[in-house]
């Protein structure tokens, strides 16, 4: 089990900044997420020098993929920070909402505190729980990255069309679909890790009558669906079988 909390834990650090392409525009984000994320995979082995040792890789890796992004040498922090400097009636409205909630939340923490903090340790140190997180996000975001590189070419095709009705109908069809995408992999990795392939069909059926590519998009709209689609269903049904696996039960 430490392998595969290592061995998915590490995985996502890598892959989930990747499948948001943060390395380009943000690329100390990357590097950072790497970080932390791997230290919650490697935190329970933390007295053993392999888990060190294989987070000093997973970093690495995700500085190099910064550094190519980046050939000239490592950009600049240049950190911004923006506050949404607000004021009237409406801005103390919010400022009060936003106390409230924080209020609420501060309470419950408190009145729960003997009953989540016990549940909530036994969850961080879970190494099962650690497995199919990471592999929910390898699955989410990594595929995501996955669908990116297979419709790359049809996508290209697209944009080199001439402008058209029907070019502006496929861009505005690929521009609508990274959200759905997200939330596709996510619900078709949660079937299939908890070994209901069924469910994971009516997701794919769901898709298909609220999504699915008319005439007005053109047939490149339509390849772009399919590879999209297909890609998706791959990563998740491969991180699926691999979580269950690794966790020693049937893969489907």
Same mark, same amino acid.
């Given at each position: 089990?430490?392998?595969?909390?290592?061995s998915?834990?590490?995985?996502?650090a890598?892959?989930?900044?990747?499948?948001l392409?943060?390395?380009? /525009?943000? /690329?100390?984000?990357?590097?950072?997420?790497?970080?932390?994320?791997?230290?919650?995979?490697?935190?329970?082995?933390a007295?053993?020098?392999?888990?060190?040792?294989?987070?000093?890789?997973? *970093?690495?890796?995700?500085?190099?993929?910064?550094?190519?992004?980046?050939?000239?040498?490592?950009?600049?922090l240049?950190v911004?920070?923006?506050?949404?400097?607000?004021?009237?009636r409406?801005?103390? =409205?919010?400022?009060?909402?936003?106390?409230?909630?924080?209020?609420?939340?501060?309470?419950t923490?408190?009145?729960?505190?003997? =009953?989540?903090?016990p549940?909530?340790?036994d969850?961080?140190l879970?190494?099962?729980?650690?497995v199919?997180l990471?592999?929910a996000?390898?699955?989410?975001?990594?595929?995501?990255?996955?669908?990116?590189?297979?419709t790359?070419?049809v996508?290209?095709?697209?944009?080199a069309?001439?402008?058209?009705?029907?070019?502006?109908?496929?861009?505005?069809?690929?521009s609508?679909g990274?959200?759905?995408?997200?939330?596709?992999?996510?619900?078709?990795?949660?079937?299939?890790?908890?070994?209901?392939?069924?469910?994971?069909a009516?997701?794919?059926?769901?898709?298909?009558?609220?999504?699915?590519?008319?005439?007005?998009?053109?047939?490149?709209?339509?390849?772009?669906?399919?590879?999209?689609?297909?890609?998706?269903?791959?990563?998740?049904?491969?991180?699926?079988?691999?979580?269950?696996?690794?966790?020693?039960?049937? *893969?489907l």
């Amino acid at each position: 089990m430490e392998t595969a909390r290592l061995s998915f834990g590490l995985a996502a650090a890598v892959l989930i900044p990747l499948g948001l392409a943060w390395q380009g /525009p943000r /690329p100390w984000r990357t590097v950072v997420f790497t970080l932390a994320y791997g230290l919650y995979a490697a935190a329970p082995y933390a007295r053993e020098g392999r888990a060190w040792l294989a987070l000093g890789v997973a *970093v690495l890796v995700s500085l190099g993929c910064v550094l190519w992004k980046h050939p000239a040498g490592m950009p600049q922090l240049g950190v911004t920070v923006t506050l949404p400097l607000m004021a009237g009636r409406l801005a103390r =409205t919010r400022r009060a909402s936003v106390g409230v909630l924080v209020a609420a939340v501060a309470l419950t923490v408190w009145s729960a505190g003997t =009953t989540v903090a016990p549940l909530s340790k036994d969850l961080f140190l879970s190494d099962r729980a650690a497995v199919f997180l990471s592999a929910a996000l390898i699955s989410v975001f990594g595929g995501g990255a996955l669908a990116k590189a297979a419709t790359g070419p049809v996508r290209q095709e697209i944009l080199a069309l001439p402008d058209s009705r029907e070019r502006r109908a496929a861009v505005e069809f690929m521009s609508a679909g990274r959200a759905i995408g997200l939330l596709e992999r996510g619900l078709l990795f949660t079937f299939l890790a908890a070994g209901r392939p069924e469910a994971a069909a009516l997701v794919l059926a769901a898709k298909s009558l609220a999504r699915v590519p008319t005439n007005d998009h053109g047939k490149h709209a339509s390849e772009y669906f399919l590879i999209g689609t297909l890609a998706s269903v791959i990563a998740s049904l491969a991180m699926g079988m691999a979580a269950r696996s690794a966790v020693g039960l049937p *893969v489907l």
